[in-house]
């Protein structure tokens, strides 16, 4: 600032070596608020007083009108700077506060994943020791006594698949989802998911139904993929859509062969889902307000999404016409030379 000062007043008042102040000015703004203003203050009284000082009365109106300028320009670059210097701070403010949340965030999801691990020992247990019940092993057992064993049974069994759905999730998220991939029959699978929950669709009085396309003849739809993860994806939609049915509704599951993909829809002819929640069908533990949503834990589906990702394929929902929602999936055609060949399940790591 002293190289500008000795410029200033060693030159006639027309030179105006003003501007260069606004490098002193710049960064004192970096340091405080009061440096900023003293910075700027200065600049500005020295870029006038040249004026008048040393040549006194040499001043012509347009060397005054510029000077002016320069008063306004050093003016403004003191508030700019001092602008700067505040939001930087609340950038700086923000960034910890989000470092933060993300610190408490992954605490939160170690202990749920934890406590979630733990909570299995003891179910599991409980499962074992209705088995023995039911088992007879500790006296005969009532038909009454037998059916409050069978239902204890479905519950522990359902909160045992929850927590697994749970641990999953979490897992999936951190490491990563390792696949078993091996030519698989996304038919098959379709058709022992739906034996799978005939007793559950039989007790909402839901009808399971197929269609295998234009030509209704049952075919192979053959993908690489995980079976045992590409069956849960099965089982999680149709009790999506068997939980969101009404009783004498009906569920059809579509298969379909295209060019280069093998597509399967899971349309039911429920309420269907309001236009501003399609976006968030995936997410995860999102549950939404309608009544499609009312059940579950939200984990279904991402955990669903999750799968047919790590695949390489999609996953989506939409409305159906007249009414009903429908949820599908495609999936990449298996090359036929590894249907020829039906290699051996390989290892495949994806996020």
């Known amino acids: 600032m002293a190289f500008i000062f000795v410029l200033e007043f060693s030159t006639p008042p027309e030179f105006i070596f003003g501007y260069c102040y606004t490098a002193p000015i710049l960064f004192a703004s970096a340091r405080s608020r009061r440096r900023t203003a003293q910075f700027t203050i200065v600049a500005i009284a020295l870029t006038l007083l040249n004026l008048w000082t040393p040549n006194l009365g040499q001043s012509t109106l347009a060397t005054v009108a510029n000077r002016s300028l320069t008063a306004m320009a050093l003016l403004v670059t003191g508030w700019l700077g001092d602008r700067n210097r505040f939001y930087q701070a609340k ?93 698989v029959d996304l038919t098959e699978l ?109 984990l279904g589906l991402y955990l669903s999404r999750q799968i047919i990702t790590a695949h390489g394929g999609t996953i989506w929902a939409e409305n159906s016409a007249p009414r009903g929602a429908l949820f599908g999936f495609k999936l990449a055609i298996a090359p036929a030379s590894e249907l020829r060949h039906d290699p051996k399940p390989t290892q495949n790591s994806s996020s």
Request: aromatic fraction near 6%; charge should be neutral; include cysteine.
């Open 91 to 183: 950038i700086i403010q923000q960034q910890k506060q989000i470092e933060a949340n993300q610190a408490l965030m992954r605490l939160r999801e170690d202990f749920t994943f934890t406590l979630t691990h733990d909570l299995k020992t003891p179910l599991l247990g409980a499962i074992e020791t209705l088995k023995a019940f039911r088992a007879e092993r500790f006296g005969p057992v009532m038909p009454a006594q037998d059916q409050v064993i069978n239902t204890m049974a479905r519950s522990h069994q359902t909160s045992l698949q929850l927590l697994d759905t749970l641990l999953d999730v979490y897992r999936n998220d951190a490491e990563g989802m390792c696949l078993n991939l091996a030519p």
């Open 190 to 298: 379709a058709e022992e998911a739906a034996r799978t929950l005939l007793d559950l669709a039989a007790s909402r009085r839901v009808h399971l139904s197929f269609d295998y396309g234009e030509a209704h003849i049952r075919r192979s739809l053959w993908v690489m993929g995980d079976r045992l993860q590409l069956q849960r994806v099965f089982i999680n939609l149709l009790v999506n859509g068997i939980n969101h049915s009404n009783r004498g509704d009906r569920i059809k599951i579509q298969l379909q062969s295209q060019a280069a993909h093998q597509v399967v829809k899971i349309l039911d002819t429920g309420s269907g889902i309001p236009p501003d929640e399609l976006s968030h069908l995936f997410e995860r533990f999102y549950q939404g307000q309608s009544n499609r949503q009312s059940k579950g834990t939200g």
